[in-house]
């Protein structure tokens, strides 16, 4: 395992190296696990959001994950065909579900803290078909009125785009093969697995891109 650095890299203009490196946001990879596919409709029912970190050398590593199941909030409904595809048990006591607000905050203290770390302003949702991530987080958000979220409201890094530049490949365990990640097929559809692997896939390809061009040859608009 790769040692972290808890004490942020500065850069050249006094801003923390991840800041710098994309702009005042923290990439965080999440995955979420629902009741279907209408994200105003269906329920959210798991969150794992994965920190991007740098270690010693500068290098992207995946972070420590934070986790959440959640009931299914009042007004949503759950497709049983989704719960055939993700293997969740609604209702299993050792599912240890919490409501939407207290599972929200339960992962939103975790990433608030990296990206305060990291002196950046905001977290910017990282995933595969991102969106899809993300309009789930900001309906939920929206749900319990949430004032603390401290992701982007649309702005995302898609790991579909990147795994088809990298590798020519979108499908995740298709893409995290071609990457030389390990996929356990039998874990897959764990929002935990998936963002883990999905984060291991973001530092994969955003190590092995080209460094940005030096201050001053790139205007800033």
């Known amino acids: 395992m790769t040692d972290l650095d808890n004490t942020p890299a500065v850069g050249h203009d006094g801003h923390s190296a991840m800041a710098a490196r994309f702009r005042g946001y923290l990439p965080v990879v999440v995955d979420v696990e629902t009741g279907g596919f209408d994200w105003n409709r269906h329920a959210l029912l798991e969150i794992a959001p994965v920190p991007i970190e740098l270690d010693a050398e500068g290098r992207f590593v995946p972070g420590e994950v934070a986790h959440a199941h959640l009931d299914p909030a009042p007004g949503t409904s759950v497709d049983p065909k989704s719960l055939e595809v993700t293997g969740i048990k609604l209702g299993h006591p050792l ?3 919490v409501d939407e607000r207290t599972g929200l905050d339960k ?45 982007h409201p649309f702005s995302v890094f898609d790991t579909v785009t990147m795994a088809g530049l990298a590798y020519g490949q ?23 697995y998936d963002a883990e692997r999905t984060a291991e896939l973001f530092c994969a390809i955003a190590n ?11 205007p800033d608009v």
């Open 170 to 192: 979108t499908v995740l365990a298709r893409a995290v093969h071609a990457a030389g990640i390990p996929w356990d097929g039998r874990e897959a559809h764990s929002a935990v």
């Open 95 to 97: 599912r240890f579900a």
């Open 107 to 151: 992962v939103f203290v975790p990433v608030r803290a990296a990206v305060k770390r990291h002196g950046c302003q905001r977290a910017i949702l990282v995933g595969h078909n991102a969106h899809f991530d993300l309009n789930f987080v900001n309906a939920a958000v929206a749900r319990v009125q949430h004032k603390r979220n401290p992701f």
């Open 208 to 218: 092995a891109w080209p460094r940005p061009a030096a201050p001053g040859m790139v």
